[in-house]
């Protein structure tokens, strides 16, 4: 194994950098094939055993490393910075994301008679509609969560229910 180590750990760390490095700038300028997103998510994953023995390999620099101010002031730098990106912004509850999954939060959050005309039908369309899809504690006074949660359903079994009646 230590020739393995030897061998491979910091070449394999460093190709796997790169590669996270490119899909990284890629998804940050929004260029390039959809097919980045799931390179860059499931390479990091790779990326992590890489490190785990680049690590391995190098653990007495490391920890001399570990004994010095400019690694423990750069760890909390960096810890500090990422817990910027956590901090919720714009107010509400702090729940983020994509635009597009705050916006199904949004509806998720509606009424029946609020998020039927959305879908071209009137509200008690849309109740008798999700009862007949199996949401069974559908009724007009009840978010479209609280529905779903009260039938035992998920978010996105609502959402195909709701699909299936607008089609």
């Known amino acids: 194994m230590p020739s393995f180590l030897s061998r491979y ?3 394999l760390m460093t190709g796997l950098f790169l590669v996270s490095l490119v899909s990284g700038l890629a998804l940050f300028f929004h260029v390039g094939p959809t097919g980045f997103h799931g390179m860059h998510e499931w390479l990091s994953m ?10 391995w390999k190098n653990w007495r620099p490391m920890t001399a490393y570990l004994r010095r101010a400019p690694m423990a002031l750069s760890l909390a730098l960096s810890v500090a910075v990422a817990a910027i990106f956590l901090v919720p912004v714009g107010g509400g509850e702090g729940r983020g994301g994509p635009p597009q999954v705050r916006l ?31 949401l069974t504690s559908a009724d007009s006074g009840k978010t479209l969560r609280e529905i779903a949660a009260a039938s035992g359903k998920s978010d996105a079994e609502l959402a195909v229910a709701i699909m299936g009646l607008s089609s």
């Open 104 to 134: 199904a939060q949004a509806l998720y959050a509606a009424t029946p008679e609020v998020a039927a005309p959305v879908f071209g039908m009137t509200g008690a369309e849309l109740v008798e509609g999700l009862k007949r899809a199996g």
């Open 9 to 11: 750990a910091t070449p």
């Open 46 to 55: 790779v990326l992590i055993l890489a490190f785990v023995l680049h690590l």
